[in-house]
């Protein structure tokens, strides 16, 4: 059975720092690409970082580059993220995401945790 669950989240006040971990199970965490997303009510789930599978590189949402920091171990099948510098704006449901793309004619598999909420306030 395929597991992602999600920690860390919580109140912080801006500028402060809280660390997201997913711990995963089920699946061959070290061939798939994992991901954070964030989502608030209303809007669309948007990505927030994502790692490729040996964890050689990494991507950026504009808003969160330089502050936040994506990292994987594949010993631990787990993803983290690093969020210092925080901002209201960063308020949100935080979602570990794992995909892996085998290419044509196959279709992708996707896995996603239940979320963790973040809130940013004084």
């Known amino acids: 059975q395929v597991q992602l669950v999600e920690s860390g989240g919580g109140l912080v006040q801006p500028g402060g720092s809280l660390r997201l971990s997913c711990a995963t199970s089920?699946?061959?965490?070290?061939?798939?690409?994992m991901s954070w997303y964030r989502q608030v009510p209303g809007k669309e789930r948007e990505l927030v970082a994502s790692?490729?599978?040996?964890?050689?590189?990494?991507n950026y949402a504009d808003s969160v580059k330089g502050r936040f920091t994506i990292s994987r171990d594949n010993a631990k099948n787990t993803v983290n993220l690093q969020m210092n510098s925080l901002k209201p704006e960063d308020t949100a449901e935080y979602y570990c995401?794992?995909?892996?793309?085998?290419?044509?004619?196959?279709?992708?598999?996707?896995?996603w945790g239940q979320g963790t909420q973040v809130t940013v306030s004084s």
């Open positions: 995401n794992a995909v892996k793309r085998p290419g044509w004619p196959y279709a992708a598999s996707v896995y």
């Open positions: 790692i490729t599978s040996a964890g050689g590189s990494t």
């Open positions: 089920g699946f061959t965490f070290s061939i798939y690409e």
